[in-house]
């Protein structure tokens, strides 16, 4: 009511009032709605990364399963070899989780402060914990599962008949 009185006595075109404490109640509410986007985008992602990593997994131990029958020749139990396969996955979940995590703070921090000139606003920084960590468990489970389990379906395989390509 305060803003609305203001404005009809100011006539000035160089003059504004705005009422800041409910413009920010609104870029909460935006701020919200986004992130339960993004949550939900992130899921999906995460679901096709897991069909992807499903996918490709079996083939890529189906090509070394050579190198797993020799592995178990020489001695090594095949819960070690599969542990290999795991921390394959593990290592390339993590090298793509540290790459986006550093390319995707580069742009938001970039975006922001080119949005904070325009509209004159303070810089915050607002790191998306509660987008991050779930998406980061959800990883490592899809790493994990997606891995294992194809590695395990070779473990039952006799190691000649591995070796034989059967």
Same mark, same amino acid.
């Given at each position: 009511?305060?803003? +609305?009185?203001?404005?009809?006595?100011? +006539?000035?075109?160089?003059?504004?009032?705005?009422?800041?404490?409910?413009?920010?109640?609104?870029?909460? +509410?935006?701020?919200? $709605?986004?992130?339960? &986007?993004?949550?939900?985008?992130?899921?999906?992602?995460?679901?096709?990364?897991?069909?992807?990593?499903?996918?490709?997994?079996?083939?890529?131990? +189906?090509?070394?399963?050579?190198? &797993?029958?020799?592995?178990?020749?020489?001695?090594?139990?095949?819960?070690?070899?599969?542990?290999?396969?795991?921390?394959?996955? &593990?290592?390339?979940?993590?090298?793509?989780? %540290?790459?986006?995590? %550093?390319?995707?703070?580069?742009?938001?921090?970039? $975006?922001?402060?080119? #949005?904070?000139? =325009?509209?004159?606003?303070? !810089?915050? &920084?607002? =790191?998306?914990?509660?987008? !991050?960590?779930?998406?980061?468990? $959800?990883?490592?489970?899809?790493? #994990?599962?997606?891995?294992?389990?194809?590695?395990?379906?070779?473990?039952?395989?006799? %190691?000649?008949?591995?070796?034989?390509? $059967?």
């Amino acid at each position: 009511q305060l803003t +609305n009185a203001l404005n009809v006595y100011i +006539n000035d075109d160089l003059t504004t009032v705005a009422d800041v404490k409910s413009t920010m109640e609104t870029m909460d +509410n935006t701020l919200s $709605m986004l992130n339960i &986007f993004f949550v939900v985008v992130a899921v999906i992602a995460g679901l096709l990364c897991f069909f992807v990593l499903w996918l490709s997994f079996p083939a890529n131990v +189906n090509e070394n399963s050579w190198e &797993f029958a020799v592995l178990r020749s020489v001695g090594i139990t095949a819960a070690r070899v599969i542990s290999l396969y795991v921390y394959e996955a &593990f290592a390339i979940v993590l090298a793509s989780v %540290i790459l986006g995590l %550093i390319i995707g703070l580069v742009v938001a921090t970039m $975006m922001t402060a080119q #949005f904070n000139m =325009f509209t004159q606003l303070p !810089f915050t &920084f607002g =790191f998306p914990s509660t987008l !991050f960590f779930p998406v980061l468990a $959800m990883c490592i489970i899809i790493a #994990f599962i997606g891995s294992y389990v194809p590695a395990s379906v070779i473990r039952r395989k006799p %190691i000649s008949g591995v070796l034989k390509g $059967m």
